[in-house]
């Protein structure tokens, strides 16, 4: 091939470079005239959530096979140590027809999917060393169960221990008559450690275990309260004891009240250590009742009594028996406590049938509210509340008869309900009993008062921040076992798994450009979740700050399974930070907060320093790109046939002659 010419070879480059102009542009420099990529919606939890039914199925704690007797007066605590651990106890006559009632013990490592049962060693023929060793053996009957966990695993089982075949009222065999006392297990209530007697105090009933949770100076003491008479003297009464190694020994119990007028305790310790006792008011030499409920307020550590405050003045307790029922009941409150307040829950007559209402007390027990009902219907009878406090969301259980048809109390319920706010206001019931049971079915078949039809004198509740776990006895299935004296008595400690009332957040879309100037918009969406209702205040804050969001904080309302949304506007100024950001999207509710990100990415269109709007911007520089290609078409289309031409008209041109002597 022959060689171009360097001043040719210089033509032909300007042509091509010229044209080469109209050929697209490589990708780095298109990329200011690319559209932002298209918006897509997520969601926090992947899609879009929906409420579901918040009660799980109902479980029978001992299951079916026999011996398979009567099981009441459930208990219930949750391992603060693994909350997947949970351990009910209940007066189980699975010793019958020789003996009496015994503790039960029921275990879940499984959030209280299924169980693992056995009794309280000590029993009568219990002859593991535990059992021999235990200052229960000798004895035949237990009663009142009632259960406490401390933050590094070890349960405590608290209860009254007596002799019903020995001569007495109620019976006064190797140890006396009714005594209190406390059982110990460790390892996550996996391993039986030993039992304590409380010694001294004579003729014990309806005693009360809490342990300090807080943290703090006094964390790990025991507190027990119990009705007793401190001698053989004194006056029958509620009394109080701690224990300060675990359960091996106790201080010597006193009265609380002082004026030794309380019985039928319920405590709570709250987050700074305080001790409360809640008491019905009697008068100590009558045994007349008094008409109030007391809270008797203790200082941390047991040390003493601070104040003693009617804090239902009058009540209206309990008959015995309701109408319609046939079955003993009474009142006993029960307490709870959290970072906002101390709870009693309480059952009353006030209103002409049974209701279960909630008092609380937001100054340590000085003053508490007028009582607030939580049924949320006022037909039927409505008793034996228990309550429980966890990540600041109150949880109440009780006995509620509102599907009974007729005169007479032959179906009986589970109802649950939850507080949000620090018992200002509950969510709507939830029925927890998948199928309704006759109340009247069973009888009590041991002393003392037997041939009384009986269901307990309390059920139990415990919860962790997301789950409440109700334990009751249930007559579903009584007569499943047939006693040829006392006829149906398979009497059944039934539990379910609540989850609480909660809701989601989301937002769409959850990445978005956004130039200087403009305006982008996020929709956040909130969906109420297992009966939740409220309202949910929703606040947006940028990291790095400096990204105007509108508006900053807001709320919406709730209706149980419902949703809300709103728009957020965000609005990068010709002077904010080109820059990405997260936009942190924040709900909060009572002690629910959920979050959403966004993340914004903040773009500048700067050209010769000056900022125009996108689409002004792409419009000049698509009309530049097109301009300069028409006008490097037309110069090639000129430029390249003259060339071609100049270089085949020289290429024409005859060589030139050297004469013969140039070339010598």
Known sequence: MRAIPANKRALVILVLSLAATALPAFQAESRVLEKPPSAMAYSVSGSAPSATVPVGPNIDIAGEA???????????????????????????????????????????????????????????????????????????????????????????????????????????????????????????????????????????????????????????????????????????????????????????????????????????????????????????????????????????????????????????????????????????????????????????????NASVFLSRSTDGGSTWTAPLRINDVSNGQHFFPTISSSGRIISVAWYDSRQNVGTTMNSLDVYFSESLDGGVSLLPNIRVTTNSFNPNAVYRTDSPNPAQRFMGDYIGIAATPTTAHPVWADNLNACDTFDPTWGCVDQDAFTSTIALADFTIAASPSTQAIQQGTTGTANVTVTSLNNYQGSVTISSISNPTGLPITPKTTSLTLSTGGTNSLNLSISPTTTTATQSYTVNVTGTSGPRAHYALVTVTVTSPSIGGIILPLQSARLLLYLLEITSRAAAIVLAGLLLPLALYTIRKKSRQPLAVVPKDDMD
């Open 66 to 352: 026999p011996p398979d007797r009567q099981q009441v007066e459930t208990t219930v605590a949750v391992d603060p140590h693994n909350t997947n651990i949970i351990v009910a106890g209940a007066q189980d006559l699975r010793l019958k027809p020789l003996n009496h009632r015994w503790h039960g013990y029921y275990r879940s490592t499984d959030g209280g999917q299924t169980w693992t049962n056995s009794l309280l060693p000590g029993f009568p023929g219990d002859t593991s060393p535990g059992g021999l060793s235990s200052p229960l053996h000798g004895s035949n009957a237990t009663s009142d169960p009632i259960l406490s966990f401390d933050r590094q695993g070890n349960l405590y089982y608290a209860g009254l221990v007596f002799n019903v075949s020995a001569n007495g009222p109620l019976g006064n065999g190797p140890i006396g008559n009714t005594v209190a006392f406390v059982a110990k297990y460790t390892n996550d209530g996996a391993a039986y450690s030993g039992a304590t007697l409380i010694k001294g105090p004579l003729f014990a009933d309806k005693e009360w275990i809490v342990v300090d949770n807080t943290g703090g100076p006094y964390d790990g003491t025991l507190y027990l309260s119990f009705d007793a008479n401190l001698t053989a003297t004194s006056y029958f009464g509620t009394m109080f004891t701690r224990s300060t190694d675990g359960g091996r020994t106790f201080s010597p119990p006193f009265y609380a009240p002082a004026d030794m007028t309380g019985e039928l305790p319920g405590m709570t310790v709250d987050p700074s250590g305080y001790v409360y006792v809640s008491t019905l008011a009697y008068n100590p030499l009558t045994g007349s009742g008094l008409n109030y409920t007391q809270v008797t307020k203790i200082a941390p550590g047991g040390s003493g009594i601070i104040q003693n405050v009617r804090a239902v003045n009058p009540a209206q307790w309990l008959p015995s028996f309701l109408p319609g029922g046939q079955f003993r009941t009474f009142t006993i409150p029960q307490m709870a406590s959290d970072s906002k307040g101390v709870y009693l829950v309480f059952d009353d007559v006030r209103q002409g």
